[in-house]
């Protein structure tokens, strides 16, 4: 089933292009969901009148993430944790923390954002992606020192 994406699908494809998926999968999720259109003679037509518009909404949504992203590398994370000898942390630091630090400083950012692979267990300094659009990952310095 050929469909026209009404927005960036991870896996899939970005805004306006026209893309062939099983049947299922477009009725039952791109569809509601407001993902796709079905791409048809009137919705082609439609679109292509509505393509203008789009592209300036997502010019539009592009600037505003990466004014954030220059924002957010400016910030930088300092957690105190308990941690032994061998600089081993007792807990760690996981990407749950860093969200709830980021809320702390006024930063809305989605936990499933944050590109850590598997959580800080040492002390140290470390760069932490931060995922806010397709193509726009900003770098955050997270840093663990140890608890007096």
């Known amino acids: 089933m050929k469909i026209i994406l009404k927005s960036d699908v991870e896996g899939l494809g ?39 518009a789009w592209k300036k909404k997502q010019a539009r949504f592009m600037e505003e993430h990466e004014n954030l992203k220059a ?39 989605d936990k499933r954002s944050i590109q850590l692979v598997e959580p800080i267990k040492s002390l140290g300094e470390f760069s932490v992606g931060v995922k806010l659009a397709k193509e726009i990952v900003a770098t955050i310095k997270v840093q663990v020192v140890k608890e007096e």
């Open 14 to 52: 970005g805004l306006g292009e026209i893309v062939t998926v099983k049947p299922g999968y477009a009725r039952n999720y791109l569809i509601p969901k407001g993902f796709a259109i079905e791409a048809t003679r009137g919705n082609l037509r439609q679109f292509e009148t509505e393509k203008e």
């Open 71 to 109: 924002r957010l590398e400016e910030v930088g994370l300092t957690f105190t944790r308990r941690a032994g000898e061998d600089e081993r942390l007792f807990g760690s630091v996981t990407s749950m923390d860093i969200a709830a630090a980021l809320r702390e400083k006024g930063f809305h950012i």
